[in-house]
């Protein structure tokens, strides 16, 4: 659907004046003031705080003044409130303060407070409110039927789905039910969800971090304790140099790249390793074109010139770094420059640049994204990123980290807290321990919960949502769960994310049960109603239920940005249509499932109406309380309801480049702010009471614990081949009693030490033989900091990770890789059997790619990524018109060797073809930003089907203003050794003019 253009709107001169007086005074307050903060600078240069946003009552911002509305003139009185929430979008994490009068949202305002996008939104935060108020929503349940959706009651849908969901239960296990959850939900619904499936019996769960930062997760995780983000977009302003590799954060984390932008103000020198020339690559000191899926021999290049001029931090190592040797040793007799540039294309001289300026300017960080992870070595790849930066000493340092930019707004509270299939909450883990610990939380027995599941299945991974399609379609024989997958919900997931297209429709064909849970219909409301492939055919007992949820405007609750840092949401408007809240949703199915009294015995209950009708609503502020109760691992323990709130009231308090609290008290609640860090960063360890500012930096030793600071974290141990695995003698985080490294807490240790008896009684009766994980009271946390000691132990950081099938990150060339020589040399790893419940084929697929010679049928290199008009898989903001307008058709980028060779002009038609035998249709856009052996296409289309419209297949007046080919259509097989990480990065394809 093409929209008509709007003519640009000239810019008036008063606006312009306007601008140069703001420059003017800023140059000079920052120099006649250079602590003044925002609101003081605004108020004193004439410019109102939120100016033209009026307020009758306000509960997160202050009272200002407006222009009266309509029916203020006409003598009635208007209701106007400000409601502050953040933006839905990426993981920045950007604060909007939404104008609503009478119930409707009819203004939206950058939070110029906010220390994190300081007055800035980029396109499509500036169209949250037409996110909220979109005409082209889910309006109410409906059930495909005959070809068609057609409206039916919530009522009607929650007993059909119910009854079904039991049936499948009862006839073969729970886990023929497969729950996809959503990095969209907030902390309090995705901690709920994965809480709600566990009581229905199954792990087969998953959301969106498996496809975007899973092997970040694992790879981070298994170097240095944590697998998160070190630092913060914001202390990027303090570093000296920056390595992208694998993130266009110009138009994936747009706002972002204000803290970058700063800091090259500061000299900061900006290098990017991308395959395409993006956006950010054009704000770059250094571009370095690579060839997708090789930045291992890259990297190690880096470290080969690092490690021979001596550049590396040799003390750093020598205290907090265990393999480093063997790295070394791998580096220089493997990766030798000539090595590098065979593999990955990038000459020495360039490769010698980077590590000269990233070791001559430190602190330096590196920053990554889905470039990285979405590789079958995706883990590996990561975990070369950590070493590099532990090789300079980077890591628990201001400006230094590894800044990893999550994807959508709340991926990272998902994955903490949420619906993974190998862990519970918190990353505890499926062992009988992390059972009768949350059992203990939720007040439910564990033999009850146990006796949910399978047998021998309650310990057991589930599935993951990039594999869901083989659960459906292989044999049964070769998966290791009892029968194969049934039923499946869709809940807040865009299926055109995912790779492997055609299997996909194939698997929803072949289902009993298919449920769409989300504020738009998504794409998988059409690839379910369109006919199947040729020779297909559709599961005659099939039953496809779309029902509509709230988007997170019209609820409210706690979102965790990138940075780790956790902010609330104000609910900005009543629910539209017939939607109702996720959570109130899970409620509803877990009453007419038979444990609803279970899931949420330690709620307050509200008894809420929403689609005309009374609904039993679980209070979100209970659950954040139930989160805070248990998740002692990553400390989601001190950031309660109140604390949150107080942040979000008391923004300007906060310093915009170290997030820290300059001091000031929230009226609301008396609360004091001094000392705390922004979004009380997790993790915030101990009860609320005590205090814990937050952690702004991971594993920072020039700070206390009790000032935000640590060490690495003793998870794997202490002594392996005779080498210690704890931190040397001389090194530990300031103020520490103990001055060497030490192993986690546990009630034996804390009684060794002598400390025993600086817990209460209380304490003690509830941490007699628990460690600082399962203890409930707090206390053995509580009194190792009050020792200035981190409960999880100081260690060294693992650059050898001998529990992953690599422990030294080694290359190996993609699956589908267009590089023969380069696929024999440095060939995948063995087939896998009941890996993840399946098996997963590795060197069958390389060795069938390679004695077919796919390489010359398809010797284009096809990767994907990010636009800044759109985000995730793009239903919402395909629908918002205002963005919609901006991006109308998905296109290919090519270079104008491959398209002159193929006879193709710019903006032509063109078939993208894969070896799967999809093909999508899709504009040329012919541009040098690739070369002329790579091709890139954005991901977030949907609603053309291998040149076929499926507008009509979309329920009526819900389907996206935009329609386009999903390049996922045309992806191929691959997944990552570790997490099942799809491969989206590195596939291949032949692209030929459409006639």
């Known amino acids: 659907m093409s929209l008509t253009r709007k003519p640009n709107t000239p810019q008036s001169s008063r606006s312009s004046s306007s601008s140069r007086l703001i420059g003017s005074l800023s140059r000079g307050l920052k120099a006649a003031v250079p602590t003044m903060d925002r609101r003081t600078f605004l108020k004193r240069s004439g410019i109102g705080v939120g100016a033209g946003i009026a307020a009758a009552q306000l509960s997160m911002v202050q009272k200002t003044s407006a222009e009266p509305s309509q029916a203020m003139l006409d003598g009635k009185a208007g209701k106007i409130e400000v409601k502050r929430?953040?933006?839905?979008?990426?993981?920045?994490?950007?604060?909007?303060?939404?104008?609503?009068?009478?119930?409707?949202?009819?203004?939206?305002?950058?939070?110029?407070?906010?220390?994190?996008?300081?007055?800035?939104?980029?396109?499509?935060?500036?169209?949250?409110?037409?996110?909220?108020?979109?005409?082209?929503?889910?309006?109410?349940?409906?059930?495909?039927?005959?070809?068609?959706?057609?409206?039916?009651?919530?009522?009607?849908?929650?007993?059909?789905?119910?009854?079904?969901?039991?049936?499948?239960?009862?006839?073969?296990t729970p886990d023929s039910m497969f729950f996809i959850g959503s990095s969209k939900h907030n902390n309090e619904q995705s901690y709920l969800l994965r809480k709600w499936v566990s009581f229905f019996g199954t792990n087969n769960t998953d959301h969106q971090a498996r496809i975007c930062h899973s092997t970040t997760v694992a790879g981070v995780a298994n170097t240095w304790g944590y697998g998160a983000m070190t630092n913060s977009f914001n202390d990027m302003m303090n570093s000296k140099a920056a390595l992208y590799i694998g993130s266009n954060a110009a138009e994936a984390h747009p706002v972002s790249m204000l803290s970058m932008l700063h800091a090259k103000e500061s000299g900061c020198k900006l290098i990017v390793v991308d395959p395409r020339y993006t956006r950010t690559a054009a704000k770059s000191d250094q571009y370095v074109r690579i060839r997708s899926g090789t930045d291992i021999p890259f990297l190690f290049g880096v470290l080969y010139h690092i490690f021979n001029n001596g550049w590396e931090d040799k003390k750093y190592i020598d205290d907090r770094v265990y393999g480093m040797d063997e790295i070394r040793k791998e580096v220089m007799e493997k990766w030798t420059p000539a090595n590098v540039e065979a593999a990955c294309g990038v000459p020495e001289a360039q490769v010698y640049k980077v590590a000269q300026t990233m070791a001559m300017n430190r602190p330096s960080t590196i920053v990554w994204c889905m470039g990285?992870?979405?590789?079958?070595?995706?883990?590996?790849?990561?975990?070369a990123s950590c070493i590099v930066q532990l090789a300079l000493g980077n890591i628990g340092v201001s400006g230094g980290g590894t800044n990893i930019f999550r994807g959508h707004d709340n991926v990272q509270g998902a994955t903490d807290v949420g619906p993974n299939p190998d862990s519970l909450p918190g990353y505890y883990g499926l062992a009988a321990g992390a059972w009768k610990h949350f059992a203990s939380i939720w007040g439910v027995d564990y033999e009850w919960i146990k006796g949910r599941y399978a047998p021998d299945m309650m310990e057991k991974s589930g599935t993951t949502v990039s594999?869901?399609?083989?659960?459906?379609?292989?044999?049964?024989?070769?998966?290791?769960?009892?029968?194969?997958?049934?039923?499946?919900?869709?809940?807040?997931?865009?299926?055109?994310?995912?790779?492997?297209?055609?299997?996909?429709?194939?698997?929803?064909?072949?289902?009993?049960?298919?449920?769409?849970v989300d504020p738009y219909p998504s794409a998988t409301a059409a690839m379910a109603a369109m006919p199947p492939a040729e020779g297909g055919q559709?599961?005659?007992?099939?039953?496809?239920?779309?029902?509509?949820?709230?988007?997170?405007?019209?609820?409210?609750?706690?979102?965790?940005?990138?940075?780790?840092?956790?902010?609330?949401?104000?609910?900005?408007?009543?629910?539209?249509?017939?939607?109702?809240?996720?959570?109130?949703?899970?409620?509803?199915?877990?009453?007419?499932?038979?444990?609803?009294?279970?899931?949420?015995?330690?709620?307050?209950?509200?008894?809420?109406?929403?689609?005309?009708?009374?609904?039993?609503?679980?209070?979100?502020?209970?659950?954040?309380?139930?989160?805070?109760?248990?998740?002692?691992?990553?400390?989601?323990?001190?950031?309660?309801?109140?604390?949150?709130?107080?942040?979000?009231?008391?923004?300007?308090?906060?310093?915009?480049?170290?997030?820290?609290?300059?001091?000031?008290?929230?009226?609301?609640?008396?609360?004091?702010?001094?000392?705390?860090?922004?979004?009380?960063?997790?993790?915030?360890?101990?009860?609320?009471?005590?205090?814990?500012?937050?952690?702004?930096?991971?594993?920072?030793?020039?700070?206390?614990?009790?000032?935000?600071?640590?060490?690495?974290r003793a998870n794997f141990g202490v002594e392996r081949d005779g080498k210690s695995l704890l931190a040397a003698?001389?090194?530990?985080?300031?103020?520490?009693?103990?001055?060497?490294?030490?192993?986690?807490?546990?009630?034996?240790?804390?009684?060794?030490?002598?400390?025993?008896?600086?817990?209460?009684?209380?304490?003690?009766?509830?941490?007699?033989?628990?460690?600082?994980?399962?203890?409930?009271?707090?206390?053995?946390?509580?009194?190792?900091?009050?020792?200035?000691?981190?409960?999880f132990g100081n260690a060294r950081a693992r650059a050898v990770v001998w529990n992953f099938p690599d422990p030294i990150p080694t290359h190996r060339e993609a699956l589908y890789s267009t590089n023969e020589p380069m696929m024999r040399k440095y060939p995948t790893i063995a087939d896998k059997k009941n890996f993840w419940r399946l098996p997963t084929l590795y060197k069958t697929v390389q060795d069938k790619n390679l004695n077919d010679k796919l390489y010359e049928k398809f010797p284009i290199t096809l990767t994907s990524g990010r636009l800044v008009e759109y985000e995730g898989g793009g239903d919402e903001t395909r629908s918002n018109p205002w963005l919609a307008e901006l991006q109308q058709e998905n296109f290919v980028e090519m270079n104008p060797a491959a398209a002159?060779?193929?006879?193709?002009?710019?903006?032509?038609?063109?078939?993208?073809?894969?070896?799967?035998?999809?093909?999508?249709?899709?504009?040329?856009?012919?541009?040098?930003?690739?070369?002329?052996?790579?091709?890139?296409?954005?991901?977030?289309?949907?609603?053309?089907?291998?040149?076929?419209?499926?507008?009509?297949?979309?329920?009526?007046?819900?389907?996206?203003?935009?329609?386009?080919?999903?390049?996922?259509?045309?992806?191929?097989?691959?997944?990552?050794?570790?997490?099942m990480m799809q491969e989206t990065k590195t596939t291949m394809c032949q692209i030929e003019k459409f006639a």
């Open 900 to 979: 002159a060779a193929r006879g193709i002009k710019n903006w032509d038609y063109v078939w993208v073809k894969s070896p799967t035998g999809a093909q999508i249709k899709v504009r040329a856009l012919v541009t040098e930003r690739v070369d002329a052996s790579t091709a890139f296409v954005p991901f977030h289309f949907a609603g053309w089907w291998q040149g076929a419209n499926l507008r009509k297949y979309y329920p009526d007046g819900a389907s996206p203003v935009v329609l386009g080919e999903a390049v996922n259509t045309a992806t191929t097989y691959g997944y990552d050794m570790v997490t």
């Open 85 to 172: 929430s953040v933006c839905t979008h990426c993981s920045v994490g950007c604060a909007v303060d939404a104008t609503v009068e009478n119930g409707v949202w009819v203004r939206q305002n950058p939070v110029f407070d906010s220390p994190i996008n300081m007055g800035a939104h980029c396109a499509k935060g500036a169209a949250l409110r037409e996110h909220g108020h979109g005409d082209y929503r889910l309006r109410y349940p409906m059930k495909l039927v005959d070809g068609k959706y057609q409206r039916i009651s919530w009522d009607q849908a929650l007993t059909e789905i119910t009854a079904q969901m039991k049936d499948i239960r009862s006839k073969y």
């Open 372 to 383: 990285q992870t979405q590789h079958t070595t995706g883990n590996a790849i990561v975990r």
């Open 467 to 516: 594999r869901w399609v083989d659960a459906v379609l292989e044999k049964t024989d070769l998966i290791d769960q009892q029968n194969n997958v049934k039923g499946l919900f869709f809940w807040g997931h865009a299926p055109n994310s995912q790779t492997r297209g055609l299997d996909m429709k194939r698997a929803m064909d072949k289902l009993d049960l298919l449920v769409v």
């Open 729 to 791: 003698d001389g090194s530990y985080s300031k103020g520490s009693a103990i001055k060497t490294g030490y192993p986690e807490f546990d009630a034996t240790l804390v009684k060794k030490l002598g400390w025993w008896d600086q817990l209460t009684e209380d304490e003690k009766k509830l941490a007699e033989g628990k460690n600082w994980k399962t203890d409930l009271s707090g206390g053995i946390q509580r009194v190792v900091m009050k020792n200035g000691c981190m409960p």
């Open 538 to 712: 559709v599961n005659p007992k099939r039953n496809v239920y779309l029902l509509p949820a709230t988007t997170q405007f019209e609820t409210h609750g706690s979102v965790t940005s990138s940075n780790r840092s956790i902010q609330w949401r104000e609910k900005v408007i009543d629910p539209l249509f017939e939607s109702v809240p996720d959570h109130v949703i899970m409620q509803a199915f877990a009453d007419r499932l038979g444990f609803g009294q279970e899931l949420s015995q330690n709620y307050q209950m509200l008894d809420s109406k929403y689609a005309g009708t009374q609904w039993r609503e679980p209070e979100i502020e209970s659950i954040l309380r139930e989160i805070n109760r248990g998740m002692w691992t990553i400390g989601y323990t001190g950031q309660t309801p109140e604390r949150l709130k107080a942040h979000m009231r008391m923004m300007h308090v906060f310093d915009p480049k170290t997030l820290k609290s300059r001091g000031g008290v929230d009226l609301v609640t008396g609360y004091d702010t001094a000392g705390d860090y922004f979004g009380l960063p997790w993790p915030c360890y101990g009860t609320a009471a005590i205090k814990h500012p937050g952690s702004p930096n991971l594993y920072d030793t020039s700070k206390s614990v009790m000032e935000g600071g640590g060490n690495f």
